[in-house]
């Protein structure tokens, strides 16, 4: 029982970051109809940005949390300026090509600019385990899980309320009308990057000192996160967040009880169950009649 | 004589060997090692054609190619070596598999578009991936299998430049097939449908059996390349084929052009042979590649067979026709009077309506509606916004369900009919936001109205249409007549996207009636157009159904337009029949005229 | 403060829906745009509004050239537009829709939420419930309301009464008389002839695209050229 409490623990840690990955997909599509294959190597940069940032450059630890998403935010805000601006008025097929290699273009830029296999970044808690009853915990599970939980409900409540998130909601239910309120495509579209690849930083911090910097980390964080995301729904911010957790559980406790083998099939299997059963996700928000 | 331009389409079907007897040219003159890379370009043309159909024309985003190319590679390898079957045929039976696996991958994956579908594929490629990692006693694992050298009657091939040569025949296989649906008419169905699935469905080509076919063969195509390959790798393991390479091999359609199996060959070669060209900057190629997909989608859409698409229009200043100068069809004697035309007693109705009924939640779009329309008539369907004219257009059509009632059209229900199914029925349509099919001539749009477009039928016009067989002929007289009919026939080799709206509409006329269809439902067939040209267009529907004997349903806003062509005229308001009779009586009506003015409003 | 168009052409594609419309109209005027179906009508205003390209002309409100902006400056430059669809939230409650106009035109000094809610006493009643689940009726107040609340000079309507009983159609057209009244300019799209006629005094009847008749209300209801102008 303790164990499965502990696998449990882990499996909720890894989740809390998925969540983080997802989540961004999720706020990015809501608002501007793009889904954003580049996240994972957004999630990377904050992975990278956090070494450089800690390890090399030696500055204060909890500043990391606050300038590595603010970094990362910005160079998403760029993507869409530079890149998917112009693509606005086609069809989607163009875009999602240049975001799936947007996100390709970012992990090659990092794998060039490191000779490393894998960089370690340590952890902003301790990682001595403490014994509750007969479970062994970290403080560094705990922190990693709050801190990217607490992450994601600000997302979140950015989203749902306040001047930004509402016209990002506007902007998401009626582009038509939201022009009529005053409000400008670009800037609205603007802030949406920064919030998703915001969020895409915070994954990367956690992520840093948890699974270490690679370039794998792009392709798995964003496979993760679009798993996560279709699961919940894809348009349901509560979706992306259960569905990162449901994710990690699963694959943690695959991993625990059947093979290591299993851990990489479970996602890929859950998410074939979810499409084939409700393929508009778990979470998905009540279809509201346009008006 | 030899008439070349008969065999135009065999000759074009045939190019792309050129460029795979160009490259085995190109080996003779190089070292072993340079041979070996082009031996890797001839297979990565190969995958890029075979993109071509699949992201191209048909327009999926699949992450799975590297998926593909591990089944034919180990399928072929793990036969010759466990089997002892000879090189040809373990790559035919590689190529098969793999053709069976881009069909299990298709079956789940064509209810969804876009990056859903996108994420079905990537499920199919990592399942794959992992399977071969697992099933160590057959696959070797992650250490990976060694693939033999090919023997091949009776002689092991170890010299690189005959390997270049097998190869190259192994290409042309896969590459003459593809060639040939590409040109042909299932690679025309599959651009329609990208650019218009409504239009396309109205035509007979039902979209998920197409983007299984697509997979299915396009996949046929990679595991082929794939197998010919592992040889001269000599060591193939799963990692090879991961989802990197798989979103690599996206670049070479995007980056060759989307439009044309060149595009393929030019992208698949160039790619796939560029870290070997540029060894020094080797590492920087990847993120070269990604920059350069970029780049192409930004700026050059098309990729670079566009590059040459324009120059080939500067240079011979393409051959579009003006609109100007169109050959006067319109017949100059008076219509026949109306009344006149339908005969006595007999009379047999194209399409009964009864009491017809569509809502939405609690809104009644149409109300028990009951409608009959006259064999050889044109029946008019008007109303102010919101009557429920167009969605009782939508459910003759088929695009909508009803809630109650029946539609049958000569006597055949149409209840439960899918929409691809109508148009053997006799039923065709236009559509309010013209749907003509961009990127194909209007020739090509018409042919596709011909209806002939289940897969085996396509597949088999494809061929015909390579071969200019007395079928293939025959079609493009149907086509040329119905494009004549309309007064288009100059504009059969242009590009339909390139015509004014007015001709346009016509085109879509053209391909509305080529079938002959037994009942023609136009959806606001002047809607937008100006006004010189609604004249026009008046006389032309009027020539056809008196010519053709046609029967038209015709639903338009323009007024003055229909009671001037129907002969007869049904008036819909708030979702119910308000008024129906002779056009011109029927338009003078005080009810119909509240309608327009506004005394009759909601209760 | 006087809003000219000139010579404005819209097209989609090919499908040319406006060809050629001039008008002016200052606040405290009102100008009704007639015809039937399809005569480009809704075009015209949503070019103006900003919603869709212009292909040709001019529109210049105040002395500044604002053809081709987008919806949004033209908004914060005091043009309103309640489009035909209404094009609302659903999920947004009657406060928050209107706080969203509130937030996007802070400089134009927004109008305030009590004033929106004298004009539209429903709407006070049903402050939180979501727009989606109004009536037809209230969902145009609202959407007319968000306009109101950019604080515009002009505001142009598209079909204010499509869809709704004649009573309540009645009541809105009272609203919006005493809105023009208060000095704002209104161009109102209307199928219906006589709520047309208590809006305003003018009109200019459309046709297939093209201007077929401009002059007072009255005297078209009595010319030829409406009657034609629909039915031929």
């Known amino acids: 029982m303790s164990e499965l409490i502990m696998i449990l623990v882990g499996g909720v840690k890894i989740g809390s970051i998925y969540a983080l990955a997802a989540l961004g997909i999720v706020v990015i599509h809501k608002a501007t109809r793009v889904v954003n294959f580049a996240q994972g190597g957004l999630v990377l940069l904050g992975a990278y940005g956090a070494y450089v940032f800690i390890v090399e450059m030696r500055w204060p630890y909890w500043m990391a949390y606050v300038v590595i998403p603010a970094i990362v935010g910005c160079v998403a805000v760029l993507i869409e300026i530079v890149v998917l601006r112009r693509m606005r008025r086609g069809d989607l097929f163009p875009v999602v090509i240049a975001t799936i290699f947007l996100g390709i273009a970012l992990s090659e830029g990092y794998r060039l600019s490191t000779r490393a296999e894998i960089l370690s970044v340590p952890s902003f808690v301790s990682t001595m385990p403490f014994v509750i009853g007969s479970v062994v915990i970290s403080p560094e599970q705990l922190w990693v899980t709050f801190g990217a939980l607490l992450a994601a409900a600000a997302g979140i409540a950015i989203f749902q309320h306040g001047r930004v998130g509402r016209s990002m909601r506007a902007m998401a239910s009626n582009v038509r009308g939201a022009q009529l309120c005053g409000y400008s495509i670009d800037r609205v579209y603007g802030m949406t990057w920064f919030l998703g690849g915001a969020l895409a930083g915070y994954a990367g911090v956690f992520t840093a000192p948890v699974r270490g910097v690679s370039s794998e980390l792009a392709i798995a964080t964003v496979a993760a996160a679009f798993v996560a995301a279709v699961i919940g729904g894809f348009d349901s911010l509560i979706g992306a967040v259960a569905g990162g957790l449901i994710l990690g559980v699963s694959e943690t406790l695959a991993a625990a009880y059947i093979s290591s083998a299993m851990k990489s099939a479970i996602s890929f299997l859950l998410l074939f169950v979810v499409l084939a059963i409700r393929p508009q996700g778990l979470f998905a928000p009540k279809k509201v009649r346009s008006v | 004589m030899f008439n070349v331009a008969r065999h135009r389409p065999l000759f074009i079907a045939l190019a792309p060997l050129l460029s795979v007897v160009a490259v085995v040219g190109l080996g003779a003159a190089v070292d072993s090692y340079w041979q070996y890379v082009l031996g890797m370009s001839l297979s990565a043309m190969l995958v890029g054609s075979a993109l071509v159909m699949l992201t191209g024309y048909a327009r999926c985003i699949t992450l799975a190619t590297g998926s593909i190319m591990a089944i034919g590679a180990y399928a072929s390898a793990i036969l010759t070596v466990k089997s002892g079957m000879p090189f040809a045929a373990a790559v035919i039976a590689g190529a098969i598999m793999g053709g069976a696996g881009g069909f299990l991958m298709a079956l789940p994956s064509v209810r969804f578009r876009s990056h859903n579908l996108a994420m079905v594929t990537l499920v199919f490629q990592e399942v794959v991936i992992i399977l071969l990692r697992e099933w160590k006693s057959v696959t070797g694992g992650a250490e990976g299998l060694n693939v033999p050298a090919p023997h091949l009657f009776g002689v092991t091939i170890s010299n690189d430049f005959i390997f270049l040569i097998v190869l190259a025949v192994g290409t042309s296989v896969g590459l003459l097939p593809l060639s040939i649906l590409l040109q042909g008419a299932f690679g025309k169905n599959l651009r329609a449908m990208a650019c218009s699935e409504v239009a396309a469905r109205a035509y007979g080509i039902n979209v998920k059996r197409n983007l299984i076919a697509a997979f299915t063969i396009s996949s046929f195509a990679i595991a082929l390349a794939s197998a010919l390959m592992a040889p001269r790798l000599r060591i193939i393991d799963p990692d090879s084929f991961g989802i990197l390479p798989s979103i690599f091999a996206l670049a070479y359609p995007i980056v060759g052009g989307t439009t044309s199996i060149w595009g393929g060959i030019l992208g698949g070669g160039l790619l796939r042979a560029m870290p070997e060209i540029l060894r020094p900057i080797a590492d920087y190629i990847e993120l070269g590649e990604a920059l350069l997909v970029i780049g192409i989608v930004l700026f050059l859409p098309g990729g670079i067979i566009e590059l040459f698409n324009r120059l080939h229009k500067i240079v011979t200043r393409g051959h579009f026709v003006k609109a100007g100068k169109l050959p006067d069809f319109i017949s100059s004697e008076r219509p026949p009077e109306r009344g006149k035309l339908c005969s006595g007693e007999n009379v047999a109705w194209a399409a009964r309506i009864e009491e017809l009924s569509v809502r939405y939640g609690a809104l009644k779009a149409v109300d028990q509606v009951s409608l009959n329309v006259r064999q050889g008539t044109i029946h008019g369907l008007m109303g102010a916004n919101g009557a429920g004219k167009t969605t009782l257009f939508n459910a003759v059509s088929g695009f909508i369900k009803p809630s109650g009632g029946s539609i049958s059209v000569f006597g055949e229900a149409l209840d439960g009919l899918l929409i691809e199914d109508r148009i053997r029925l006799g039923v065709t349509r236009t559509f309010q936001n013209v749907a003509i099919f961009s990127g194909l001539t209007c020739l090509e749009n018409v042919k596709i109205g011909l209806g002939r477009n ?25 086509a040329m007549r119905a494009l004549h009919s309309v007064g288009l026939s100059a504009y059969a080799y242009v590009r339909s996207e390139l015509l004014s709206l007015g001709n346009q509409r016509r085109l879509e006329l053209a391909r509305a009636i080529v079938s002959n269809p037994k009942l023609l439902l136009l959806d606001e067939p002047v809607s937008g157009v100006a006004e010189e040209e609604v004249s026009k267009i008046h006389e032309l529907l009027r020539r056809i159904n008196r010519d053709h004997g046609i029967t038209m349903l015709i639903v338009e806003h323009n007024i003055g337009f229909l009671a001037s062509l129907c002969d007869r005229l049904t008036v819909l308001n708030h979702g119910r029949v308000v008024a129906e009779g002779e056009p011109k009586a029927t338009v003078s009506l005080p009810l119909v005229r509240d309608i327009y003015f506004g005394e009759a409003l909601v209760a | 403060m006087t809003l000219f168009v000139k010579n404005l052409g819209v097209s989609y594609g090919r499908i040319t829906a406006v060809k050629d419309l001039s008008f002016s109209i200052a606040p405290g005027e009102s100008l009704a745009l007639l015809g039937p179906n399809g005569a480009g009508k809704t075009s015209a205003v949503e070019s103006i509004a900003g919603l869709i390209p ?64 004298e004009y539209f006493p429903a709407l006070s009643l049903r402050k939180n419930q979501a727009a989606g689940s109004l009536s037809g009726g209230e969902q145009q107040m609202l959407a007319i309301g968000r306009a109101l609340v950019t604080n515009p000079r002009i505001i142009l309507l598209d079909e204010p009464s499509a869809g709704l009983a004649i009573g309540i159609a009645r009541s809105l057209v009272g609203i919006l008389s005493r809105i023009r009244d208060s000095g704002v300019g209104l161009l109102v799209v209307e199928q219906n002839l006589e709520l047309a006629r208590s809006l305003a005094t003018s009109c200019v009847v459309l046709a297939a695209a093209t201007t077929r008749w401009r002059g007072e209300i009255d005297h078209a209801l009595h010319s030829d050229e409406l009657r034609r102008a629909y039915f031929e």
Request: proline share 3%.
């Open chain 3, 54 to 117: 212009k292909a040709a002309g001019s529109v210049v409100f105040d002395g500044v050239d604002l053809t081709g902006r987008s919806a949004d400056q033209i908004v914060k430059k005091g043009i309103a537009l309640v489009p035909q669809w209404r094009e609302l939230f659903p999920s947004f409650s009657v406060h928050e829709t209107l706080l969203a106009a509130v937030g996007a035109a802070r400089h134009r000094q927004p109008v305030k939420l009590d004033t929106i809610y």
């Open chain 2, 454 to 478: 289940d897969i085996g039928t396509a597949l088999a016009r494809s061929v015909h249409g390579t071969f200019d067989t007395i079928r293939a002929r025959e079609e493009s007289e149907t």
